[in-house]
């Protein structure tokens, strides 16, 4: 019985730690310990000791769940656990529009070999070189568009 008592208490005590903890290791080992006593618990109690106790640990989970997913993030430990805030930028620059930018001439930021970034009307873009190897300043011709890149010529 002590045996049974000791690992649904580790196995709560592990869950409520998974909070605290990232990854997911605590709650798999918690979630074992409970495990283990609802089989330890049918071995030394029968089928009715064994329901009992699987009945118990499925109650403490619930418990658990409820105090860490709803509970919790409503209180002031909680709302300071969580990320309240988001970021509205972007992590790369707009992608350029077909028709805006074919014909127009670029300018190599970097040495494109055979990819780097150019300077189309003021804005800078990924590009891809045709021509192979191009220097830093050179003037080239933009002839197309890629999913993230312009495709570029030498004039």
């Given at each position: 019985?002590?045996?049974?008592?000791?690992?649904?208490?580790?196995?709560?005590?592990?869950?409520?730690?998974?909070?605290?903890?990232?990854?997911?290791?605590?709650?798999?080992?918690?979630?074992l310990?409970?495990?283990?006593?609802?089989?330890?618990?049918?071995?030394?109690?029968?089928?009715?000791?064994?329901?009992?106790?699987?009945?118990?640990?499925?109650?403490?989970?619930?418990?658990?769940?409820?105090?860490?997913?709803?509970?919790?993030?409503?209180?002031?430990?909680?709302?300071?656990?969580?990320?309240?805030?988001?970021?509205s930028?972007?992590?790369?620059?707009?992608?350029?529009?077909?028709?805006?930018?074919?014909?127009?001439t670029?300018?190599?930021?970097?040495?494109?070999?055979?990819?780097?970034?150019?300077?189309?009307?003021?804005?800078?873009?990924?590009?891809?070189?045709?021509?192979?190897?191009?220097?830093?300043?050179?003037?080239?011709?933009?002839?197309g568009?890629?999913?993230?890149?312009?495709?570029?010529?030498?004039?």
């Amino acid at each position: 019985m002590n045996a049974i008592l000791l690992l649904f208490l580790l196995g709560v005590l592990l869950l409520a730690g998974e909070v605290f903890v990232p990854g997911a290791i605590l709650g798999i080992i918690g979630a074992l310990c409970m495990f283990g006593g609802c089989v330890l618990s049918f071995s030394q109690f029968g089928t009715s000791g064994g329901l009992l106790a699987t009945g118990i640990a499925v109650v403490l989970l619930g418990l658990m769940l409820y105090i860490e997913l709803i509970w919790l993030p409503k209180t002031r430990v909680g709302k300071k656990m969580i990320v309240q805030s988001t970021v509205s930028a972007t992590s790369q620059p707009a992608l350029a529009e077909l028709n805006a930018v074919i014909g127009k001439t670029a300018e190599a930021l970097t040495p494109l070999v055979p990819s780097g970034y150019v300077l189309v009307d003021g804005r800078r873009y990924e590009a891809f070189s045709q021509s192979g190897h191009v220097p830093k300043g050179a003037t080239l011709r933009v002839t197309g568009l890629d999913n993230f890149r312009l495709i570029l010529t030498k004039p």
